[in-house]
């Protein structure tokens, strides 16, 4: 009975700490504006930082893994006491990520979901976190356009990491957050950008 109630409670606390808006509440407290309406439009740290500077934009990128990591990390240490709970993991991570993408408290406009889903790697699998950053770095550097970069990299992190071996808890996070990534990505598809990653409108 208490573990049944643990697996429901898990990926609750996972989605409720991703849906925390930090970029929102970051950036009002330190310019006065709502992140959503400037940039990009998401909140997340790329907007924080481009609107805010690198200060806040890194305070919230701190903040944003760390809501993937706590309630991936709280749920692995619980699931190690049972193999047959493993599946707690990858379900609570992923319930963080869909949380940051679509959050409870910010009227489910939130951000695309990428430092979360790391913090979650960091939890369980740190060399995981590595892999998937490089990645998706390179991903962007061959694309030149982070949305499509995303929805790539959204496909592909968990057949990386199989080539690379971690079949652990992280293969299957890559997954279930894989997919939140590609749909939260699909969005800005066809979004025109001039400079890698920083997503502004062509002029």
Not at 27 to 42: E, F
Not at 97 to 123: D, I, K, S
Request: one cysteine or more; a positive charge.
């Amino acid at each position: 009975m208490y573990n049944t109630a643990m697996t429901i409670l898990f990926p609750i606390f996972g989605y409720l700490l991703g849906s925390l808006p930090f970029s929102i509440w970051v950036t009002r407290y330190a310019i006065g504006v709502d992140v959503r309406d400037g940039g990009s439009g998401h909140a997340g740290t790329t907007n924080t930082l481009r609107q805010a500077g690198f200060k806040w934009g890194l305070l919230v990128f701190i903040l944003d893994i760390a809501k993937g990591f706590l309630p991936t990390y709280f749920a692995a240490q619980f699931a190690s006491q049972d193999v047959s709970l493993q599946y707690l993991v990858p379900i609570t991570a992923s319930c963080a990520v869909l949380g940051h993408c679509w959050p409870l408290f910010a009227q489910f406009r939130g951000g695309m979901g990428l430092a979360t889903f790391g913090g979650t790697l960091l939890a369980v699998t740190p060399i995981a976190f590595l892999i998937a950053l490089l990645l998706l770095i390179l991903l962007v550097l061959i694309f030149r356009h982070s949305a499509r970069a995303g929805v790539i990299a959204g496909f592909l992190f968990a057949p990386v990491l199989w080539i690379f071996n971690i079949r652990d808890a992280a293969f299957y996070i890559s997954i279930g957050a894989g997919i939140i990534v590609i749909l939260r990505f699909l969005t800005d598809w066809n979004r025109k950008y001039r400079e890698l990653w920083l997503d502004r409108n062509k002029s």
